[in-house]
């Protein structure tokens, strides 16, 4: 069911609206900490279930990583705090555990993501849980929260940032990580540390202000400071929410400020509002089924299309062409030289699919870089932008893949959208099949299957940390 059909069936309000005496961020904070657990359909909580799980996955998938590892074992130690270093066998303070996980959460470029702003031109879609779980998870750990608050955290968190997001436009030079999901990293652990709502009206302006004006252009390049970004964004929101209890002031107006002029030119505050309460956010955002860029999702899958009606072997392939809309036609480079540039490369994530019939994590390691038959492949692809399908967006993403090969056969397939969205989710066993490939290296067989069953039974946790122990190398299960 789509989130747009979502209606509240119990007897909370509804949507606060903007007046002379109180504005939208009133409204965002009254909402954050009013929502009880109890008020969320069924649908919602489910999918706050996918996303958590499938976050899991992706901080674990890319806390292997040799620098995110590096970083766990230089801020977290063995007893050095009430927070779980996902992966490790590693603890450390929220702040710590936050900006870890969340880096971690970065990596593999496999972590889920809400629809981009609408109107055009098309911006890059936002990624709120590589923000927002690594906060509220730190936040829930430390104080022994249960799982049904953990979840309504997740929940109202996703949406306070989203809707911050779809009523402004980040420059297009922005990338989104570190910017408007600060806040909800920030809503979701002042929720869980019992803030009321002028204590919550205070971390999300302090939240606005801790935010960074991130290059995109490191993602483009390959440089791994990209991937802090997120990190950073979800120890922000941690320190927003000690910083509002602790008494420390905002700027009055801060989101105009910031909203209105400097991240984005402009912002309308009924916007972010709108069914606020009715609408959940949490459930109109993505979970990629590949760890490359969004904008290469549509071409991948028409890679994938191809090659089941028309098995193709990699040696014969002559030449591939890739029309598509705007922004993913930027993203033409044949030959990336880092782990990064290949998740931002069309031509490396087609040429997966054509070669090994994948486009996962193993995909875009280092090992897979020097695959002299994979890049061969992606040598011969050409990106090109078709100016009906970029006319199409942001309600549609369309790309089309044309191989030729040695012996004069042509085949073509396209999509108009790529899958993972609301409008062609990914099955439960899908997004659980996901978690199993990316987090069996890291804890064993076992432990996964015990974490995918204590995440389907989450609201009835009465404490988050019977979740935590499982999220280290093998421990001793009962």
């Not at 436009?169 to 869980?192: C, D, F, K, M, Q």
């Not at 927003?240 to 309308?268: C, M, N, R, V």
């Not at 997966?352 to 492949?377: I, K, N, Q, T, Y």
């Not at 959208?417 to 066993?429: D, H, I, N, V, Y």
């Amino acid at each position: 069911m789509s989130g747009y059909d979502l209606i509240v069936k119990s007897e909370h309000k509804g949507p606060c609206l903007p007046n002379e005496e109180r504005d939208a961020v009133d409204c965002l904070a009254e909402y954050a900490v009013s929502t009880r657990f109890e008020d969320l359909p069924g649908e919602v909580v489910e999918h706050a279930r996918h996303v958590f799980l499938d976050t899991l996955g992706v901080i674990m998938g890319g806390s292997i990583e040799p620098q995110a590892s590096a970083m766990a074992h230089r801020l977290g130690r063995q007893d050095g705090g009430p927070c779980t270093i996902i992966g490790h066998d590693l603890q450390s303070s929220k702040l710590n555990a936050a900006l870890v996980n969340g880096t971690a959460a970065t990596w593999l470029d496999f972590d889920s993501g809400h629809r981009p702003p609408p109107g055009k031109p098309l911006l890059p879609a936002a990624h709120p849980p590589v923000h927002l779980v690594p906060a509220a998870l730190a936040a829930a750990e430390a104080m022994g929260a249960s799982g049904a608050e953990f979840l309504t955290a997740l929940v109202v968190g996703y949406d306070v940032g989203a809707r911050i997001g779809m009523a402004s436009r980040l420059r297009a030079e922005i990338h989104p990580h570190g910017t408007y999901h600060n806040v909800s990293a920030a809503s979701a652990a002042a929720r869980l540390d019992g803030a009321d709502a002028i204590q919550m009206k205070k971390t999300i302006a302090l939240a606005v202000h801790l935010e960074i004006m991130p290059s995109f252009e490191n993602a483009y390049q390959g440089r791994t400071v990209r991937n802090v970004y997120a990190g950073v964004g979800a120890a922000a929101g941690i320190l927003a929410a000690q910083l509002a209890k602790t008494g420390f002031s905002p700027e009055h107006d801060a989101l105009g400020s910031i909203y209105g002029g400097i991240l984005s030119p402009w912002l309308d505050p009924e916007r972010a509002v709108k069914r606020l309460g009715r609408q959940y956010e949490i459930t109109q955002g993505f979970i990629k089924p590949f760890a490359a860029c969004r904008f290469a999702h549509p071409a991948v899958e028409a890679a994938e299309k191809l090659i089941k009606k028309h098995p193709v072997d990699p040696d014969d392939i002559d030449a591939v062409e890739v029309m598509t809309f705007d922004w993913a036609a930027s993203l033409n480079d044949q030959m990336p030289q880092t782990d990064l540039g290949a998740k931002f490369s069309v031509p490396w994530a087609v040429a997966s699919m054509l070669v090994r019939g994948s486009a996962g994590a193993d995909e875009f390691r280092s090992a897979a870089l020097r695959d002299e038959r994979l890049r061969a492949v992606a040598a011969r692809i050409r990106v090109r932008e078709d100016a009906h399908y970029s006319a199409m967006t942001p309600s549609k993403r369309p790309a089309r893949v044309t191989v030729k090969t040695r012996h004069g056969e042509v085949y073509t397939e396209g999509v108009e959208r790529s899958g993972g969205g609301p409008e062609a989710p990914l099955s439960k066993e899908m997004i659980q099949n996901k978690f199993r490939s990316l987090a069996e290296p890291v804890i064993g067989n076992e432990q996964s299957e015990a974490v995918i069953d204590k995440v389907d039974t989450l609201g009835d946790f009465a404490d988050i940390r019977d979740l935590t122990r499982l999220l280290i190398p093998p421990v001793s299960l009962p």
